[in-house]
C-alpha cells in the first residue's frame, strides 16, 4: 500500500444512527459519547494510523464493512485508542502486568493492575509509532518477531510482547502469566526475561497438570499463589487488596462470560449468520474482558452488541458480506487464525474458535473464599484437561455452532497443540463424521497465502 492509496472511509449517511448509540463507560469513571468515538475514527484515526484503514483483502484485521453494527466501529475505537489509555493510565500509577493468553485476568484487576496479553502489548508498542502503512506497519511487526526469535530460539513459538518489553520500548512492570496454560513454552519467555537486559519484576502462576480440577491439593496450591499474586500487584498499586474486592471483580467478569455466552448462543441459534466472521470474533472474545485494557468498557460493548446480534437473529438479518449458505468452519487450537474476509471471498465463515472460549466459558462461583472459587475455575478450563475430556467439550461446541468442518491451526514450535492435534481430530472424526484439516503455520508471516489456499480448498472440498 502507498502513501497515497485511497483509505477505508466510514459513510457519512450513518452518522446520525450511530451518534445515538450508548457511550462507552471505562473504569475510571470517564465515559466517552459515540460522537466523539465517531470524530476519532472518521478523522483523527485515519492521519494517526492509516494502516489500519487500508482496504487491501490481504488484510486480517480490516475494517469490517458492516457498518450498522455499532460494537465494530467501538472496538475498532478501543483497540486504537489502547496505546494512549494504557500510556496515560502508567504514568498515573497504574501497575500494568504482562500475562498469557487463555486467561482469566480478574485477579490482576482486583489488584488494581492492567493485564495485558501478548497481542495487546505488541499493539501498545506499535501504536506508539504513527503514520505508517499497512506494509510500514506488517514490516515493524516481523522486525519484532525476528528479535523475539534471536532473543529465545527459533525452535519456540514466539509470541509478541518478549522483544517489545526486552528491548525497553514499554514500561511494564511485571511479567506473570499462568505458566503451563495453553502454550508449552511460556517458561522460555519467563527466562528470557529473567536473563534479559532490560530488568522486569516476575511472577509465576504455577498451573498443575494432569486431573488438576480434581485435586484438592491443586485447587489449594493455586489459590494461595493467586493470593500472593494479588498481593504483589497490589503493592506495586499502592493500594490493599481485600477478598471483597476480588468477589466484585469476579462478578464484572461474570457478567462479561454469561453475555459472551448467552450471545454465542443466540448467533449460532440463526438461520443465517447475523455479523461476518471477524465482527463474531470481536463480539465473543469480548467476554474475556481483557481485549481493550479495560473490562468495563468492554462490558459496555458487549452488551450493545449482544441487543443487535439478537435483533438480527430476530429479523433475520445476513452478515455483511457473508455468502449465501456459507460453509460453518470452527477453528481449533492456539493463536493461529485464517482471514475472515477471505475465508467469507471463498464460501466459508468462521463461526468459533475453541482457545479462549475455554476460559471465557468457566463461570466463577461468586460465594465463599473467591481465590478457592478462582482456583477452580482456572484449573477446569476445559481447553486444558486431558485430551479425551478436551475432545468431548470441543465435540458440544461443534454441534452448537452447527459446523461443516474443523481446522486445527497451530505454530511451529507449538509443542502442545501440535503433539495433541492427530488424537483430537481423530476423536472428533468418530464421534461426529466432521472432516477435519490440521495445518502447521511458520510464525513470520510468509506462509499467510499458503494457509489460506489450504482453508480455500478445504472449503471448496466441503461444498
Known amino acids: 500500500m502507498s502513501k497515497t492509496e485511497t483509505l477505508y472511509k466510514y459513510p457519512e449517511e450513518i452518522k446520525n444512527e450511530f451518534v445515538k448509540t450508548e457511550d462507552i463507560a471505562f473504569r475510571n469513571g470517564i465515559r466517552v459519547s459515540a460522537a466523539e468515538i465517531w470524530r476519532f475514527m472518521t478523522e483523527e484515526a485515519p492521519i494517526r494510523y492509516p494502516h489500519a484503514f487500508s482496504n487491501s483483502r490481504y488484510y486480517h484485521r480490516r475494517l469490517s464493512g458492516d457498518v450498522h453494527l455499532p460494537s465494530t466501529i467501538k472496538h475498532n475505537y478501543l483497540m486504537l485508542t489502547m496505546t494512549d ?42 501504536g506508539r509509532v504513527e503514520g505508517l502503512n499497512l506494509r510500514e506497519e506488517e514490516l515493524s511487526r516481523m522486525d519484532e518477531r525476528e528479535k523475539a526469535r534471536r532473543s529465545l530460539s527459533v525452535e519456540i513459538c514466539n509470541t509478541a510482547g518478549y522483544e517489545t518489553i526486552q528491548e525497553g520500548n514499554l514500561p511494564v512492570d511485571m511479567v506473570a502469566p499462568y505458566l503451563c496454560l495453553r502454550c508449552s513454552d511460556v517458561s522460555y519467555g519467563l527466562e528470557a526475561h529473567r536473563h534479559g537486559k532490560h530488568k522486569v519484576d516476575l511472577f509465576l502462576v504455577d498451573y498443575p497438570l494432569d486431573h488438576q480440577k480434581d485435586k484438592e491439593w491443586a485447587v489449594d496450591y493455586l489459590a494461595k499463589t493467586l493470593q500472593r499474586l494479588t498481593q504483589k500487584i497490589g503493592k506495586l498499586a499502592g493500594k490493599e487488596v481485600t477478598e471483597e474486592a476480588l468477589h466484585k471483580e469476579i462478578k464484572l467478569h461474570n457478567e462479561g462470560r454469561k453475555l459472551a455466552i448467552e450471545t454465542a448462543d443466540v448467533w449460532w441459534s440463526a438461520k443465517v449468520p447475523p455479523t461476518n466472521g471477524a465482527d463474531r470474533r470481536d463480539i465473543f472474545q469480548m467476554g474475556g474482558m481483557e481485549l481493550h485494557g479495560d473490562p468495563n468498557a468492554t462490558l459496555t460493548v458487549l452488551k450493545e452488541s449482544n441487543g443487535y446480534v439478537k435483533d438480527r437473529v430476530k429479523y433475520g438479518v445476513k452478515g455483511e458480506g457473508v455468502a449465501e449458505d456459507a460453509k460453518r468452519l470452527f477453528v481449533l487450537g492456539s493463536c493461529v487464525f485464517p482471514n475472515d474476509f477471505r475465508v467469507e471471498e471463498a464460501g466459508g465463515i468462521i463461526v468459533g474458535n475453541d482457545n479462549h472460549w475455554s476460559d471465557i466459558t ?31 467439550w470441543t465435540i458440544e461446541l461443534l454441534k452448537k455452532s452447527r459446523a461443516d468442518g474443523a481446522l486445527f491451526l497451530y505454530n511451529w514450535g507449538c509443542n502442545t497443540q501440535s503433539a495433541i492435534s492427530r488424537m483430537l481430530c481423530d476423536i472428533i472424526k468418530e464421534e461426529t463424521d466432521l472432516p477435519t484439516l490440521i495445518i502447521e503455520h511458520e510464525q513470520r508471516g510468509e506462509q499467510t497465502e499458503q494457509l489460506q489456499n489450504r482453508v480455500n480448498a478445504f472449503i471448496e472440498m466441503l461444498e
Open 85 to 126: 489509555r494504557i500510556t496515560k493510565a502508567r504514568e498515573s500509577g497504574i501497575p500494568i502486568i504482562f500475562v498469557q493468553g487463555g486467561q482469566s485476568v480478574d485477579p490482576y484487576y482486583a489488584a488494581g493492575g492492567i493485564a495485558l496479553r501478548p497481542a495487546s502489548t505488541g499493539l501498545w508498542a506499535r
Open 362 to 392: 468457566t463461570i466463577v462461583e461468586e460465594t465463599g473464599d473467591p481465590y478457592e472459587k478462582l482456583a477452580k475455575a482456572i484449573l477446569s478450563y476445559p481447553y486444558e484437561q486431558p485430551i479425551e475430556e478436551r475432545a468431548k
